[in-house]
């Protein structure tokens, strides 16, 4: 009887070490590769460029009401790549994944970048720091085309490098299923994903089948170029999908919707796609998918795989990144910031001849744009021969928008974030964006030795990062133009529910002069009306050095700048004094509040070059 017994267990044992490879078997049985006909494919050269990033260029408003600066399209988004989570960018606003780029030329040439690459085809660079580096294509959102590329060569590139790749792709068709239509997607990528069933039908391996309710825009288009939209203005829709659960390069099954010969609903049709840029809380938008393979007829079914990624299959790993050490009390959101590439030139000076000051005197003055080869950050704002509104060190201006405050670097580039020299003698070097001034002009400071090299039209790039920072347990105050490592250094204490700020000096709200009532606080500085001598005396302002700290009484500057009663605003002084009526030294707002959230403390050593160590600080 027990040896009965123990023959049994031994075939049950045998039976389960066998069945999973039967199971297998019959699985392969059910489905075979694909073929195609890529050998027909031709391969045609194009060119791209890298393209600025494309911020928006006032407060949008969200599905809700509510003012939203909305970042992260565009550029080179050093920290948004595959494998990243879609969700959680502070201010992101169907941010793009990777390197944004545009066709370069003429009209017919930069549209053959958009609808000849594929996803998949290699990228070679043509010139700049990173020449002969390679990335590869990753997906498209609106006209651009989305490439990745690895850590070491991200820090090479520069906004306007020349891109070549060997197009292939279009043209492509699965054998048997002439009725599905593949979209700017390379055979080989195709046949590392999917199969074919015994059913009549593609097999593809998606992480999320998305409802046609919640496809948002992208109908009416044209299927050869831009991108659908996963709509998340309605909240309960991201945890019920789930959503927020999705990664940049995730494979999609949009149901119900057609990309053939264009784009719109179709009961019964799907397309697969790659999620390509974030969410957005702006009404009929959100997640972007680029479509890669469509059909009106029921031929595509879904595997779901949570591991379905493009850079699975294209071999891209996803890299951890090196946490970075808090040195202040303060907790934020940093690691939640978007890092892109925002470049301007050095902007040469300009002369209009005479102008007239408050008390009718002629004056021509100078001391704005160019290199300053005189004035830098610490030094005084006033005492200047013939100065007026004088910029310190190097002033940059964008060129990416007709308007330089539209630009880009004018928007997201904030104060204590790093500047680089990309062109020129001056090539390499680094220094800081320290400020803007009103609608003109950006200003960076690099060491003395460097301006010796630097000239007028050298390019600079910035890498920008702080549009979108908050304070943990402050998040009602509004935190404008500042990098999250200065904001580490500035000396913030907290009491009694209060953030306690380090400034030169307080000045009254009453004395605040031109850019008040401008609702657009990024891209804008406001002056310390200077034209009434009692006035400057009466509060010191003479001491006031460029980079000082100063709070503004009564003022509070969240989406403009204006008056509230005791209410308190920090600026930094970015240039100086003025004889023009209702002018003077300008500050950037970089923190503000309601009443009973920000104390001031005075120290007379306030200053960002002090922080930034642009300069040593004088011992007490």
Request: proline share 5%; with cysteine; aromatic share 8%.
């Amino acid at each position: 009887m027990k040896k009965n017994i123990l023959s049994g267990l031994v075939i049950l044992l045998c039976v389960a070490l066998v069945m999973p490879g039967m199971i297998s078997a019959t699985d392969q049985a059910k489905s075979k590769p694909i073929s195609t006909n890529k050998d027909k494919l031709l391969k045609m050269a194009v060119q791209g460029k890298i393209a600025p990033a494309k911020p928006s260029r006032s407060y949008s408003t969200t599905w809700d009401g509510k003012p939203k600066m909305a970042i992260g399209i565009g550029g080179i988004n050093y920290n948004l790549k595959i494998g990243d989570k879609a969700f959680g960018w502070a201010n992101g606003d169907r941010a793009t994944m990777g390197v944004a780029t545009v066709g370069a030329g003429e009209a017919r040439s930069r549209s053959s970048w958009r609808n000849y690459t594929s996803v998949g085809n290699e990228v070679k660079l043509l010139d700049g720091e990173a020449k002969g580096e390679k990335g590869i294509i990753v997906g498209k959102f609106r006209d651009y085309v989305l490439v990745h590329f690895e850590d070491d060569v991200l820090e090479k590139l520069a906004i306007g490098d020349t891109l070549h790749v060997k197009a292939y792709g279009i043209g492509l068709e699965i054998e048997g299923f002439k009725d599905v239509f593949a979209h700017g997607v390379t055979p080989e990528l195709l046949e590392k994903m999917i199969v074919q069933t015994d059913a009549g039908k593609l097999e593809v391996p998606v992480v999320r089948e998305i409802p046609g309710e919640i496809v948002g825009q992208g109908a009416g288009g044209s299927s050869l170029s831009g991108n659908w939209h996963i709509q998340t203005c309605y909240p309960p829709d991201i945890k019920k999908y789930g959503l927020d659960e999705l990664r940049f390069g995730d494979l999609v099954l949009l149901k119900d919707t057609q990309t053939d010969y264009g784009k719109g609903f179709y009961k019964g049709g799907a397309t697969l796609g790659i999620v390509c840029s974030g969410p957005s809380d702006i009404s009929g938008l959100g997640i972007g998918v680029t479509p890669i393979l469509s059909t009106r007829f029921g031929k595509l079914t879904a595997r779901l795989d949570p591991a379905a990624n493009i850079g699975k299959y294209l071999g891209i790993k996803k890299k951890k990144p090196t946490p970075r050490p808090n040195t202040s009390t303060l907790k934020t959101n940093k690691d939640q910031l978007i890092t892109t590439a925002v470049e301007a030139v050095v902007h040469p000076a300009g002369s209009w001849g005479y102008g007239t000051t408050y008390d009718g005197r002629a004056i021509q003055s100078l001391g704005t744009a160019s290199i300053n080869y005189t004035v830098s950050l610490g030094d005084s704002t006033y005492g200047w021969a013939n100065a007026d509104h004088v910029e310190p060190d190097v002033t940059i201006q964008g060129r990416d928008r007709d308007g330089p405050w539209e630009c880009a670097i004018a928007i997201l580039a904030c104060i204590g974030n790093e500047a680089k020299v990309i062109s020129g003698e001056a090539k390499g070097a680094k220094g800081f964006y320290i400020g803007r001034h009103a609608g003109s002009d950006d200003l960076a400071w690099f060491p003395k030795d460097v301006l010796e090299n630097l000239t007028l039209d050298d390019k600079v790039q910035v890498k920008a990062k702080g549009v979108g920072l908050k304070i943990e347990g402050f998040e009602d105050v509004r935190v404008n133009k500042l990098s999250p490592e200065l904001l580490e250094k500035l000396g913030i204490t907290i009491e009694n529910d209060q953030l306690v700020v380090p400034v030169v000096m307080e000045v009254p709200g009453h004395i605040m002069g031109s850019g008040l009532g401008w609702p657009f606080i990024e891209g804008l500085d406001y002056d310390i009306q200077t034209t009434c001598p009692e006035t400057v005396e009466e509060y010191g302002l003479k001491k006031l050095r460029l980079g000082d700290l100063v709070a503004i009484r009564d003022h509070y500057d969240y989406y403009g700048n204006g008056r509230y009663k005791d209410a308190v605003t920090i600026g930094v002084c970015i240039h100086g004094f003025s004889n023009y009526s209702g002018h003077g030294p300008g500050l950037n707002i970089i923190l503000s509040a309601l009443p009973g959230r920000i104390k001031p403390k005075i120290d007379p050593h306030a200053n960002i070059a002090y922080y930034l160590g642009t300069r040593e600080k004088p011992s007490k």
